[in-house]
């Protein structure tokens, strides 16, 4: 059974930082392409960054020098590094699997940026 489990959500402060933890297990976790996307209030999931199975990284332009998405095979873990946090990242943040048995999603995890 596939599971993305997302942590590391919470209240911050405008300029803060966090780190969200996405745990997989269920499929050979290596060998998959892992993204990070998110949802704010009434607007589109949105791209925030990818990670293949090579290493290689794409960031979006709203985070990128901000926010670093990086991999720990041995872990089976995906995170977000998130610094200089702005209000308008205030989103639900979700991790994403794509791969060879189809693409997966976790829960979310809720990102809240306020003074």
């Known amino acids: 059974q596939v599971q993305l489990v997302e942590s590391g959500g919470g209240l911050v402060q405008p300029g803060g930082s966090l780190r969200l933890s996405c745990a997989a297990s269920?499929?050979?976790?290596?060998?998959?392409?892992m993204s990070w996307h998110r949802q704010a209030a009434g607007k589109e999931r949105e791209l925030v960054a990818r990670?293949?199975?090579?290493?290689?990284?794409y960031h979006g332009d709203s985070v990128k020098g901000r926010f670093t998405i990086s991999r720990d095979n041995a872990k089976n873990t995906v995170y977000l590094q998130m610094n200089s946090l702005r209000p308008e990242d205030t989103a639900v943040y979700y991790c994403?699997?794509?791969?060879?048995?189809?693409?997966?999603w976790g829960q979310g995890t809720q990102v809240t940026v306020s003074s």
């Open positions: 269920g499929f050979t976790f290596s060998s998959y392409l």
């Open positions: 990670i293949f199975s090579s290493g290689e990284t």
């Open positions: 994403k699997a794509q791969g060879s048995w189809g693409d997966f």
